[in-house]
Structures are given as structure tokens and as C-alpha cells.
């Protein structure tokens, strides 16, 4: 991370966060109203957001969601004084990838943003080896994945996934035709405590499902098994 966004409308808030952001290295720009946050996240390019809910002219929900409308994934951690799981819930169901209540440490915030950051950025693309060709590669349907290269393709066109959704697509890729419940996911791909719940295991399948499904809400490769999991599978072809 090089550059960071903080969007809040308490000026103690930004001022801390400035400070002790800009002690890691890192270059802060600062917005104190959703407005204005939109407009620097749309004209400049940022490494990492931290959104308050709570703010004037555009909420922190719907700062996420024109920025996720228009295409722009950089991380965002949301800032919320409030201690509801509802709140949390459509945050990040809406786009963001974290959030943190407040009063927060300043050290657990750079914690969680590194963490996020991690899982969030895609490894680059390399070419595979022609020796790597034979025995390291995934194919299910019309998805080929090249774990060692961290590549995806459809049908011959790369997709572009975030390190921890090209990781999952391979655990199930690599599983097909096995139910996999969220428990398992979280301790064969999830290796950060901080996110080890259920509600990750559904919003990272949501996500990659709009990457690999011709039609997310009626998926054809990653289905859901009520009260199971997640079976992946070879698509039925249509007649």
C-alpha cells in the first residue's frame, strides 16, 4: 500500500489517522463528506479506502456502492460507531471488505488493513512454463486454472480475481462434485483469524460467482447445498 483515502467527518478522527498512517510511509489524502469522497476515489487512484458510515451528503453505504457500480475495487474498511451486525452485514454485502467499530486503536486498524490488503491483491500474472503445462493445471468446464501462476481463463478469456478468490475457486475447482462446508473453507483457505466466519465464506462466493457465472443468480459451476455448503461442478450442458 502506498496511497490511502480516509473519508470522516470528525476532523480528530482524520487528523489520528493521518498521523499515524503517514508514520507507516504511507501518503493520506483526506474527504469529509461522502460527495467529495466519491469524487477523489473516481479521479485518482488510491490503494486503500477507510469509509465512515456515518457522514454528510452520502453514507458510507452509498459512497460503496457507486464506487463498486463503477467498477472501482479498491479495499474498503468501514468505520462505524454503531455495534450492529445488521449494519456490519450490509456493508459488506454491498462491497466493502471490513469493518472496524469505533473507538478503534490505530494499530489495529493498519493490522486489519494489511490483512485485507493481502487477501485483496492480486498476484501478477505470469505466463506458465511449457514444463508446468502437464499436471498443473484445473479444468472444469469451460474454466482453466494454472495454480502455480495464480492464472484463470473462461473459455479462452483471462479473469481477473483478487489472490484469496483465485485460492477458493482452485480449493473448489480441485474438490468437484464434493459438498464443502463454510467451516472447512475457513480453515483450508482463510488462514487469518480475523476473518474466520461464515459471513466471509458467502461474500468472497458471491464475488467470484460474478466473475465465473454466466448468470450469477442462477449459478451453473458453484452451487449452494442448503444447510450444507458449496458443491462445485461440471456445467449441465443445455440441449
Excluded: C
Excluded at 460527495?35 to 457522514?55: G, K, N, P, Y
Excluded at 490488503?117 to 492480486?122: F, L
Aim: proline fraction near 5%; aromatic fraction near 8%.
Amino acid at each position: 500500500m502506498k496511497k490511502i483515502l480516509v473519508v470522516d467527518d470528525e476532523p480528530s478522527i482524520t487528523t489520528l489517522l493521518k498521523y499515524n498512517l503517514e508514520k507507516e510511509g504511507l501518503e493520506v489524502e483526506v474527504a469529509f463528506d461522502g460527495q467529495h469522497a466519491v469524487e477523489m476515489a473516481t479521479s485518482q487512484s488510491f490503494d486503500f479506502i477507510v469509509l465512515d458510515l456515518m457522514l454528510p451528503k452520502l453514507d458510507g453505504f452509498e459512497v460503496t456502492k457507486k464506487l463498486r457500480q463503477q467498477h472501482i475495487e479498491t479495499p474498503i474498511l468501514m468505520l462505524t460507531a454503531k455495534d450492529e451486525v445488521v449494519d456490519k452485514i450490509i456493508g459488506l454485502e454491498i462491497g466493502a471488505d471490513d469493518y472496524l467499530t469505533k473507538p478503534f486503536s490505530p494499530r489495529e486498524l493498519l493490522a486489519r488493513m494489511r490483512a485485507v490488503y493481502r487477501r485483496m491483491t492480486p498476484v501478477p500474472s505470469t505466463p506458465p512454463e511449457e514444463s508446468e503445462l502437464v499436471n498443473e493445471k484445473v479444468e472444469v468446464g469451460m474454466l482453466l486454472a494454472y495454480p502455480q501462476q495464480y492464472t484463470v481463463s473462461k473459455a479462452g478469456t483471462d479473469l481477473t480475481l483478487t489472490k484469496k478468490e483465485f485460492e477458493l475457486l482452485v480449493y473448489f475447482m480441485e474438490r468437484k462434485n464434493r459438498v464443502i462446508d463454510r467451516d472447512t473453507l475457513i480453515q483450508r483457505v482463510w488462514q487469518d483469524e480475523l476473518y474466520n466466519n461464515s459471513r466471509t465464506v458467502d461474500i468472497h462466493v458471491s464475488h467470484l460467482r460474478e466473475k465465473i457465472e454466466d448468470d450469477p443468480k442462477n449459478p451453473d459451476y458453484l452451487i449452494t447445498i442448503r444447510g450444507f455448503g458449496y458443491k462445485f461442478q461440471e456445467p449441465t450442458a443445455n440441449d
